[in-house]
């Protein structure tokens, strides 16, 4: 198993799929043949992380603990922290400070499916120093509903903005980031000298912006299905994916 920690951020209030979050979180609700989130555990674990701190919200938290354990389960070892209300997703990851500080750290956010698994990705940044940020880009449709790379002629990523009016580029910034020990110092430099957005959130795409102002920060493009499953299309969409998976199988 990697000695990168994983991180999974499970907390938001799912309000863009109510009724059905009216009574659970959405990352309980099924993806054709399993809960949202155990796709999002098996990327992880899948991609040789084992030791994962989820991050939780609202009234579901026994629920969670209930359905996935200790994480015995997947061969894993799950440590919970709460997130006292919805304050975007650097703050979700502030928040696992005391368990993963001093470590590399792989991040999804718990509505992500991926096709794909990111073992060497993984241990490339394991073994080496040669960056401290990897981003995954999907090339999509509708850039304007993300976070959107602008890159350069050697896909290099120069900035990244959030949902465009004027989108750079087609590649959208996927839910899923591993960064270097200093991600903690970068979030308390956000913290204290951008603070929160409009919207009332630590936005994670200033502090990738950070990183790929001050550090090196590798662009991945992923090749195989990434949607979120946060609407009611992307989680019917979703849904299909894996059912045409299994059929093949």
Same mark, same amino acid.
């Given at each position: 198993?990697?000695?990168?920690?994983?991180? #999974?951020?499970?907390?938001?209030?799912?309000?863009?799929?109510?009724?059905?979050?009216?009574?659970?979180?959405?990352?309980?609700?099924?993806?054709?043949? +399993?809960?949202?989130?155990?796709?999002?555990?098996?990327?992880?674990?899948?991609?040789?992380?084992?030791?994962?701190?989820?991050?939780?919200?609202?009234?579901?938290?026994?629920?969670?603990?209930?359905?996935?354990?200790?994480?015995?389960?997947?061969?894993?070892?799950?440590?919970?922290?709460?997130?006292?209300?919805?304050?975007?997703?650097?703050?979700?990851?502030?928040?696992?400070?005391?368990?993963?500080?001093?470590?590399?750290?792989?991040? #999804?956010?718990?509505?992500?499916?991926?096709?794909?698994?990111?073992?060497?990705?993984?241990?490339?940044?394991?073994?080496?120093?040669?960056?401290?940020?990897?981003?995954?880009?999907?090339?999509?449709?509708?850039?304007?509903?993300?976070?959107?790379?602008?890159?350069?002629?050697?896909?290099?990523?120069?900035?990244?903005?959030?949902?465009?009016?004027?989108?750079?580029?087609?590649?959208?910034?996927?839910?899923?980031?591993?960064? $270097? +020990?200093?991600?903690?110092?970068?979030?308390?430099?956000?913290?204290?000298?951008?603070?929160?957005?409009?919207?009332?959130?630590?936005?994670?795409?200033?502090?990738?912006?950070?990183? #790929?102002?001050?550090?090196?920060?590798?662009?991945?493009?992923? $090749?195989?299905?990434?949607?979120?499953?946060?609407?009611? $299309?992307?989680? #019917?969409?979703?849904?299909?994916?894996?059912?045409?998976?299994?059929?093949?199988?």
């Amino acid at each position: 198993m990697s000695i990168i920690k994983g991180v #999974i951020l499970a907390g938001g209030t799912g309000s863009r799929l109510s009724p059905l979050t009216k009574v659970t979180n959405k990352h309980l609700l099924p993806v054709y043949n +399993e809960p949202m989130i155990y796709k999002v555990i098996k990327t992880l674990t899948n991609s040789g992380i084992g030791d994962i701190t989820i991050v939780l919200g609202g009234e579901s938290v026994g629920d969670f603990v209930r359905l996935l354990g200790d994480g015995s389960e997947f061969n894993a070892s799950f440590s919970y922290v709460y997130q006292q209300k919805a304050g975007g997703i650097a703050e979700a990851l502030y928040l696992t400070k005391k368990i993963v500080e001093g470590d590399k750290v792989a991040v #999804i956010l718990g509505d992500n499916i991926f096709e794909n698994t990111f073992k060497s990705e993984i241990e490339e940044f394991e073994k080496t120093n040669a960056y401290q940020c990897c981003l995954f880009l999907k090339e999509v449709k509708d850039p304007k509903r993300f976070g959107v790379a602008e890159l350069d002629g050697r896909n290099t990523i120069k900035s990244i903005e959030e949902k465009p009016k004027n989108p750079q580029s087609n590649f959208a910034v996927t839910g899923l980031y591993i960064y $270097d +020990e200093n991600i903690f110092k970068v979030i308390n430099y956000i913290i204290n000298k951008i603070g929160y957005s409009k919207r009332g959130e630590l936005e994670i795409t200033d502090v990738n912006n950070y990183y #790929i102002k001050n550090y090196k920060t590798k662009a991945v493009k992923v $090749d195989g299905f990434w949607s979120d499953a946060g609407t009611f $299309d992307t989680l #019917i969409k979703s849904s299909n994916f894996i059912q045409s998976v299994l059929k093949k199988e």
